[in-house]
C-alpha cells in the first residue's frame, strides 16, 4: 500500500510541475484543476468497480453468481 501512496505522490508532484510551467494544453490544465479541487474540497472520487479477478489477486475471495434467471449454480473462484 505505502507504494501506491509513494506513487501516488510523486504522480501528484509531475502534475504540479506541469501546471506551473504553462506547457499543458488548456483542456489538460482545466482537468486537473478540477481534480486537485475536488481532493482539496473533500469531494469523492469517482472509481471503477473492481472485477473478480482484480479482487482475487488482492486476496479477496469471490463468488460469481449467475443472474437470477440463470440455470447454473453459483462458482466458487477464490
Excluded at 507504494?3 to 510551467?21: F, I, N, Y
Excluded at 488548456?26 to 479477478?53: C, L, M, N, V
Amino acid at each position: 500500500m505505502m507504494v501506491r501512496l509513494e506513487a501516488e505522490e510523486a504522480l501528484r508532484s509531475v502534475q504540479v510541475q506541469a501546471l506551473g510551467s504553462g506547457l499543458l494544453e488548456t483542456r489538460d490544465f482545466r482537468k486537473s484543476i478540477a481534480e486537485i479541487e475536488r481532493a482539496a474540497y473533500g469531494k469523492s472520487r469517482t472509481s471503477r468497480q473492481a472485477t473478480p479477478a482484480q479482487l482475487q489477486a488482492a486476496g479477496i475471495g469471490v463468488i460469481v453468481v449467475p443472474p437470477a434467471n440463470g440455470q447454473e449454480a453459483p462458482q466458487d473462484v477464490s
